[in-house]
Nanobody, 123 residues
Framework: QVQLVESGGGLVQAGGSLRLSCAAS????????MGWFRQAPGKEREFVAG????????SSADSVKGRFTISRDNAKNTVYLQMNSLKPEDTAVYYC????????????????WGKGTLVTVSS
């Protein structure tokens, strides 16, 4: 029903910046809350940042607060994750998720997932 494609991942040095994009096929993109999650090797997928359908409400994990910013352009059916001051511990596959309704930002709350984009932060 909803196809999500992430892009923008790559290799970056600690302290650097990267901007991830998630393009959605959703017919009514603004009806979906969108979130970014990440999964490092051997770890569970975790919430990074989320944004409401209108873009009026955002949330982010404490680990990225002040460094990462989520935004969306509903005219382009795209959600972004601006990542600044990257740290080696940010290294992970970053996934884009979509849900019609979100009360709490959890992996289980997402109805659709992209295949992910790898972000590697070197020391």
């Amino acid at each position: 029903q909803v196809q999500l494609v992430e892009s923008g991942g790559g290799l970056v040095q600690a302290g650097g910046s990267l901007r991830l994009s998630c393009a959605a096929s959703a017919r009514t993109f603004d009806s979906y809350a969108m979130g970014w999650f990440r999964q490092a090797p051997g770890k569970e997928r975790e919430f990074v940042a989320g944004i409401s359908g209108s873009g009026g409400v955002t949330s982010s994990a404490d680990s990225v607060k002040g460094r990462f910013t989520i935004s969306r352009d509903n005219a382009k059916n795209t959600v972004y994750l601006q990542m600044n001051s990257l740290k080696p511990e940010d290294t992970a596959v970053y996934y884009c998720g979509a849900a019609r309704y979100v009360i709490m930002w959890t992996v289980r709350a997402m109805d659709y997932w992209g295949k992910g984009t790898l972000v590697t932060v070197s020391s």
